[in-house]
């Protein structure tokens, strides 16, 4: 069982950095890819970037690529995502996710919200214009 806990959201004005953190509970954290999702109101749940369990490959998507960066700690289980030059159209709740990697995937893999086994409650970020 792994427990997920977000933190860091808040309000930014358009242009601005924020920088969510993911600490997980449990153990073989190392175990684990992970991965950020976001709900804007009104819009499907969307892949946002995912990392592999030890930090060796990431992935992004389109809409965020070179503005955000996700990282992680396995010694501190924890999993990061720094987001720079945010805009209106990244508000949402975002949400991080754990998802078991026994044998090594694609990269679509990761992008799937049904790959992972363990979601966080999520934290509101919110762009102003």
């Known amino acids: 069982q792994v427990q997920l806990v977000e933190s860091g959201g808040g309000l930014v004005q358009a242009g601005g950095s924020l920088g969510l953190s993911c600490a997980a509970s449990g153990r073989f954290f190392s175990n684990y890819a992970m991965g950020w999702f976001r709900q804007a109101p009104g819009k499907e749940r969307e892949f946002v970037a995912a990392i592999t369990w030890s930090g060796g490959s990431t992935y992004y998507a389109d809409s965020v690529k070179g503005r955000f960066t996700i990282s992680r700690d396995n010694a501190k289980n924890t999993v990061y995502l720094q987001m720079n030059s945010l805009n209106p159209e990244d508000t949402a709740v975002y949400y991080c996710?754990?998802?078991?990697?026994?044998?090594?995937?694609?990269?679509?893999?990761?992008?799937?919200?049904?790959?992972?086994?363990?979601w966080g409650q999520g934290t509101q970020v919110t762009v102003s214009s």
């Open positions: 996710a754990a998802g078991f990697t026994g044998r090594p995937y694609g990269s679509a893999w990761y992008t799937r919200d049904n790959s992972y086994d363990y």
